[in-house]
Nanobody
């Protein structure tokens, strides 16, 4: 399985970006999917996750601003980010794993990771 993120960039506070994570591999191996981010000097944190059935999880800091979605026909995961804040700055990584029936919120449960795409929000 390979995961390739795209869509990052530099945006002003209040702006929007849409991240994509294109994947290869079986739907089973991509059953659980998520977006993580890591800011300089900080630990990696879960931003949002989605199960194969469409259940979602969002970190409190992004609720109401970010939307995670998936197109399994295209094996692609998305993260629509609106009302961006400087504290949203970081490297964003997508993750995937063969776990059915629930949203995965523990990083160690994901088997596959992309290389990341940088998001920078200026004030």
């Amino acid at each position: 399985v390979q995961l390739v993120e795209s869509g990052g960039g530099l945006v002003q506070a209040g702006g929007s970006l849409r991240l994509s994570c294109a994947a290869s591999g079986s739907i089973f191996r991509l059953a659980a999917r998520g977006w993580y981010r890591q800011a300089p000097g900080k630990e990696r944190e879960l931003v949002a996750a989605v199960s194969l059935g469409g259940s979602t999880y969002y970190a409190d800091s992004v609720k109401g601003r970010f939307t995670i979605s998936r197109d399994d026909a295209k094996r692609t995961l998305y993260l629509q980010m609106n009302s961006l804040k400087p504290e949203d700055t970081g490297m964003y990584y997508c993750a995937a794993g063969p776990i059915l029936g629930r949203v995965v919120v523990i990083a160690d449960e994901y088997d596959y990771w992309g290389q990341g795409t940088q998001v920078t929000v200026s004030s």
